[in-house]
């Protein structure tokens, strides 16, 4: 018996079923080594108690945590952070809570290591926010069995992603520049290895292509405003340059820096676009013209196709991909950091 006015926990239900509370944490979390006497007898105590906590509950009926678990790099990049933010919002509204691991780096062994404690706590799927090269390949190699998703893949062979159109937003910004009359239009690029840089670097060729243009050789960041303030230092030698399309928005403020302190004004005598629109982009000086990424709706996508796999009992690996879902559409901001150019 439980004391009046108070809700039964689950060292009553160990009581009354004869287990160690140990053993019906097991039943909870769906261990595979309890013997089906043991969980028959602890599932009759749960209800002769109306012990119902609400994801338990759920779990019991439906054999499911209700839990997505999410494998996201460490890091504090803004499009990464936001996806989360998105997918956890998405989640709740569906009623599913998110467990999170985080990848202190993307070598086998982390990757390993984050997706076992994952499935330990007995989600229900994936999702693989991780958008360098080496974690899809790893997490190919170790064949899940989960439904799973991946966010901001972007290689040709994957037919399992979901993400915002990186290289469509790549072409966008260009083609704002090269309609603004630019032609030496300097991209600076993110770190090797991330599925972003690749496709951005690949819109940014092919429009400036597309207008016979000659892509300048790239110049590479590290997503950081310092990274962007050194390209800045290096490019401001280079008066021919008239625009730089930055690969985001953390490095064209580095980039603004750098031009103001070499006294290259922006927009009068060299453009700037970022990519992200952080929320600070309407108030950096000037505003900078940037891509927006609906980060909303892409975490809705997101826990939408991964939760209709669930209920599909759709495999995980590539059997139970994302194939089909398009991308999310970007949409290019203009504010005061771009300007015909009037050479």
């Known amino acids: 018996m439980t004391e009046p006015g108070r809700a039964p926990n689950i060292r009553d239900v160990a009581r009354r079923a004869g287990v160690s509370h140990q053993t019906v944490s097991r039943v909870l979390n769906g261990?595979?080594?309890?013997?089906?006497?043991?969980?028959?007898?602890?599932?009759?105590?749960?209800?002769?108690?109306?012990?119902?906590?609400?994801?338990?509950?759920?779990?019991?009926?439906?054999?499911?945590?209700?839990?997505?678990g999410v494998l996201v790099s460490k890091g504090f990049e803004y499009g990464p952070a936001a996806s989360l933010q998105a997918i956890d919002s998405a989640a709740r509204e569906a009623g599913y809570a998110v467990d999170v691991a985080h990848l202190d780096?993307?070598?086998?062994?982390?990757?390993?290591s984050a997706l076992d404690?994952?499935?330990?706590?007995?989600?229900?799927?994936?999702?693989?926010?991780?958008?360098?090269?080496?974690t899809l390949g790893e997490i190919e190699r170790l064949s899940i069995t989960l439904p799973f998703v991946t966010v901001h893949s972007a290689r040709a062979r994957d037919d399992h992603r979901l993400s915002v159109d990186q290289s469509g937003g790549?072409?966008?910004?260009?083609?704002?520049?090269?309609?603004?009359?630019?032609?030496?239009?300097?991209h600076v690029a993110g770190p090797e290895g991330w599925f972003?840089?690749?496709?951005?670097?690949?819109?940014?060729?092919?429009?400036?292509?597309?207008?016979?243009?000659?892509?300048?050789?790239?110049?590479s960041g590290d997503w950081t405003a310092e990274s962007g303030y050194r390209a800045g230092l290096t490019m401001a030698r280079d008066t021919g340059i008239t625009a730089v399309f930055s690969s985001n928005d953390q490095m064209a403020l580095g980039l603004l820096h750098?031009?103001?302190?070499?006294?290259?004004?922006?927009?009068?005598?060299?453009?700037?676009v970022g990519f992200?629109?952080?929320?600070?982009?309407?108030?950096?000086?000037?505003p900078l013209t940037t891509v927006r990424q609906d980060f909303p709706e892409l975490g809705r996508r997101c826990v939408g196709r991964l939760l209709g796999l669930i209920d599909d009992g759709g495999a995980g690996g590539i059997a139970g991909v994302a194939g089909g879902t398009p991308d999310v559409v970007p949409e290019l901001i203009v504010r005061a950091s771009t300007a015909v150019f009037e050479g």
């Open 117 to 134: 404690r994952l499935l330990a706590h007995g989600v229900d799927g994936l999702i693989i926010l991780a958008p360098q090269t080496q």
């Open 105 to 112: 780096d993307v070598e086998g062994g982390s990757i390993r």
């Open 276 to 286: 992200d629109d952080v929320p600070e982009a309407p108030h950096y000086w000037p």
């Open 196 to 219: 972003e840089t690749e496709a951005r670097v690949r819109g940014y060729r092919g429009e400036m292509e597309a207008w016979g243009c000659i892509p300048e050789g790239l110049m």
């Open 31 to 68: 261990h595979p080594s309890l013997r089906a006497e043991t969980r028959d007898r602890v599932l009759a105590a749960m209800n002769d108690l109306s012990f119902r906590p609400n994801r338990a509950a759920r779990a019991l009926v439906t054999s499911r945590s209700t839990t997505i």
């Open 170 to 186: 790549a072409a966008l910004a260009t083609r704002h520049l090269l309609e603004l009359g630019h032609r030496r239009i300097v």
């Open 258 to 272: 750098a031009f103001r302190e070499t006294g290259r004004r922006v927009p009068e005598d060299i453009s700037v």
